[in-house]
């Protein structure tokens, strides 16, 4: 059974704090995603990488980097969180169909 | 550009078929997608259909593409009380990770 397993499903972090969420398929999927989801808006894609130490910007990549170390790892981190980073956090790993992970669900406060 | 837009809301009756709707306006889509997202879960995918193929049927759902007008739906057939969810649309694009591109997403309500 293929899995996208992300490290937590709730977090609250304060203003200013670096954060680290994690990622980790085990499908040896070269192509990993990182989406935020919010009322309205949808999924949009923040950064995605489409091999190991490779990374390229999605729609909205303010605010946001990543690391790509092994294949089977994506971590997006939080530079400084900020209240407006507040969201739903998905991790999609993807070679035909796209699996995703279940969700991150951040509260800076 | 892509740009993948649905309507935000639609309440059918139980037993009665619903059809979602999507636009898209990228021409070079590969694939076209349907998650669902039931409340509190992950994305799951339901069903795709490749670019080059009009209609695909599986099960309840039906899938039609109309290329020339860049437009996507759902049908679900029988529509069921746990067939509410929010429902999304996405295009993937050749090149660069096949990135997918969501669209905003349409609640589907099931009434009694």
């Known amino acids: 059974d293929v899995k996208v397993t992300q490290s937590s499903r709730y977090l609250v972090k304060r203003t200013g704090e670096k954060v680290f969420l994690e990622c980790v398929q085990d499908?040896?999927?070269?192509?990993m995603f990182w989406y935020r989801q919010d009322p309205g808006l949808g999924l949009r894609l923040i950064y995605f990488?489409?091999?190991?130490?490779?990374?390229e910007k999605g729609d909205i990549p303010e605010g946001y980097s990543v690391s790509r170390e092994k294949k089977e790892r994506f971590s997006l981190i939080l530079e400084s969180a900020s209240t407006n980073q507040t969201s739903m956090y998905l991790c999609?790993?993807?070679?035909?169909?796209?699996?995703f992970g279940q969700g991150t669900r951040l509260t800076v406060v | 550009g892509e740009d993948v837009e649905q309507s935000l809301f639609l309440s059918v009756r139980e037993g009665d078929s619903s059809v979602i709707n999507c636009t898209y306006t990228?021409?070079?889509?590969?694939?076209l997608y349907w998650y669902k997202q039931e409340p509190g879960a992950g994305l799951q995918l339901l069903t795709y259909?490749?670019?080059?193929?009009d209609m695909k049927q599986d099960q309840r759902l039906t899938v039609l593409l109309n290329k020339k007008d860049k437009h996507l739906s759902l049908r679900i057939a029988d529509t069921q009380t746990g067939d509410s969810a929010i429902y999304f649309c996405?295009?993937?694009?050749?090149?660069?990770?096949?990135?997918?591109?969501f669209g905003t997403g349409t609640q589907l309500k099931v009434e009694l």
């Open positions: 999609a790993s993807k070679r035909g169909e796209a699996f």
């Open positions: 499908m040896d999927h070269e192509n």
């Open positions: 990488s489409y091999d190991v130490k490779m990374k």
């Open positions: 990228d021409s070079s889509s590969t694939y």
């Open positions: 259909i490749f670019s080059n193929m």
């Open positions: 996405a295009e993937s694009i050749a090149g660069g990770g096949n990135k997918l591109t």
